[in-house]
């Protein structure tokens, strides 16, 4: 699954790396390589650590979905394999 940054700059290969809450700043979106301890970027910056948490539910999900498409064989209705970070007015929790 494809990742396309809030800001619209970067598109992550998900199979690449892994993302997660800063640690830190729990409401940044980070992005690591494979085997990296640093994040390679930061992919979303949302107003609180609630909103983060909702848009890695919504990655979750989305990534869920792609079992739908099967060697290229497409199933289900709701598949997207590229997901879009929301900028932050845009989350609800």
Known sequence: MLI???DKLQLINLENGT???DYRNKKNILFY???SVEPTSTI???SSEEKAI???D???DNYAKLDCVHHGVYIHGDCVSVFQMPQD?????
């Open 19 to 21: 993302t997660a809450v």
């Open 4 to 6: 396309r940054s809030q």
């Open 33 to 35: 390589d494979i085997g």
């Open 58 to 60: 919504m990655i979750q």
């Open 89 to 93: 007015e845009e989350v609800e929790v």
């Open 44 to 46: 979303g910056e949302y």
């Open 54 to 56: 909702k848009v890695l």
